[in-house]
């Protein structure tokens, strides 16, 4: 049970919530008494999702649905599928799906960098657009979306030309949004993880994990929780004067 309840009767959307970090998100937004839609391309992962999160006495109301955030149609269809049952859109938005399609730039297929770019960065736009629209559309009073960039779009990584270039996309995205959105009371930040164990970091080869957790000042990977702590922050009222901000949660790595 987390010490605080800032969520209590928010409306908040997790992307990616199936998975590791964006499972994180919901679980913590759902312990601070948030009602989740936990919404991943795997319905069977947003479902398991579902299972773990926490209902208490509050209102609390959690669904898991299925979403290709890549796609302008479905995403729509979320979007009016979460108000038709809720008779609101979400107040919080955190964009966490995301996938990687490493290679070296000499070797990158022209499909590998196109698929990275339309779920890491159109999925984000995307989504952030549609959700905009309607917390404009119904009057909301406020809204906080939140976007998983990473540090690597800051900085580059060997083989991730067309993720980094993806990362370094939403940051941009952000920061204009958080310009245009600001007069309806909409907020926009990214938060930047470094390296977190999660079903993505699994795929990278023990060998430069062994090098990052070694340029890592606090000396270890990151759990997915404490970047759910960020992205709480950021969806939250402590944050209320943040916006068009990239935190970074990396344990120091590439300070500078
Ligand atoms: P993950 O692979 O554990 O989870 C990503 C989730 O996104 C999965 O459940 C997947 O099914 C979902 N997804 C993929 N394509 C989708 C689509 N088209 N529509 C909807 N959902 C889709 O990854 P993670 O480590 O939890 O990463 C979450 C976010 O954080 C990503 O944006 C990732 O780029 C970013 N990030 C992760 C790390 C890390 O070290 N793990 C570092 C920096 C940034």
């Given amino acids: 049970m987390a010490a605080t309840s800032r969520f209590i ?22 312990s601070e008494g948030a009602s989740v839609v936990v919404a991943d391309i795997s319905e069977d992962s947003a479902n398991e999702t579902l299972e773990h999160l926490q209902n208490d006495l509050r209102g609390q109301n959690h ?23 809720y008779f609101q859109p979400p107040s919080v938005c955190v964009n966490a799906a995301g996938i990687t399609q490493d290679d070296f730039l000499l070797n ?51 083989g991730q030309a067309n993720y980094a270039a993806s990362k370094a996309g939403v940051e941009g995205l952000t920061r204009t949004a958080a310009k245009e959105l600001s007069r309806f009371g909409i907020r926009c930040n990214c938060v930047l993880p470094g390296f977190i164990s999660t079903p993505m970091t699994e795929k990278v080869p023990e060998k430069v994990l062994v090098k990052m957790k070694s340029l890592v000042p606090l000396g270890r990977m990151g759990e997915p929780a404490e970047v759910a702590d960020v992205c709480a922050f950021l969806a939250s009222d402590d944050s209320r004067y943040v916006t068009g901000a990239s935190i970074e949660v990396t344990g120091g790595l590439f300070i500078g």
């Fill in 108 to 158: 990158m297929e022209e499909e590998q960098f196109d698929r990275v770019i339309q779920v890491n960065l159109k999925g984000s736009f995307l989504v952030t657009q549609a959700v905009a629209q309607a917390l404009v559309a119904c009057g909301a009073p406020k809204g906080s979306i939140i976007t998983l960039g990473s540090i690597v779009g800051k900085v580059g990584n060997l």
């Fill in 63 to 85: 669904m898991a649905a299925a979403v290709d955030v890549s796609s302008k149609e479905s995403v729509k269809k979320l979007v009016t599928s979460i108000q038709t049952r």
């Fill in 9 to 30: 009767s928010r409306l908040t959307l997790v992307t990616g919530g199936g998975s590791g970090i964006g499972r994180a998100v919901s679980q913590r937004l759902a």
